[in-house]
Nanobody
Framework: QVHLEESGGGSVQAGGSLRLSCAASGFAHEKYCMGWIRQTPGKGREEVAT???????AYADSVKGRFTISQDNARKTLYLQMNDLKPEDTAMYYCTAEYGTWCPKWVDEYDYWGQGTQVTVSE
């Protein structure tokens, strides 16, 4: 069973940085996509960044140039480096995964989710 566990969230002032980590284990197949999805009460869920099995990366327009998704060589830890944080980045951030060569088109298609880590950015 796939297990995802996030860490690294916290509170930071606008302009600051945080790095989220996601410890991943239990994959039964070699090909899978991993990503970060955030959720706020007012905006719902937003796919922030994805890393496909072939190494291709994609970002939401709202975070391009500020956030970077990466993974360690063993594919056991997924990272999200967040720089120049803004108050609108405040959300619960979830690590997600789904089997396959390509990443899901829709957020609802991810089968595996972590418990989430809260990021709060103040003015």
């Amino acid at each position: 069973q796939v297990h995802l566990e996030e860490s690294g969230g916290g509170s930071v002032q606008a302009g600051g940085s945080l790095r989220l980590s996601c410890a991943a284990s239990g994959f039964a197949h070699e090909k899978y996509c991993m990503g970060w999805i955030r959720q706020t009460p007012g905006k719902g869920r937003e796919e922030v960044a994805t890393l496909a099995d072939d190494g291709s990366k994609a970002y939401a327009d709202s975070v391009k140039g500020r956030f970077t998704i990466s993974q360690d060589n063993a594919r056991k830890t997924l990272y999200l480096q967040m720089n120049d944080l803004k108050p609108e980045d405040t959300a619960m951030y979830y690590c997600t995964a789904e089997y396959g060569t390509w990443c899901p088109k829709w957020v609802d298609e991810y089968d595996y989710w972590g418990q989430g880590t809260q990021v709060t950015v103040s003015e």
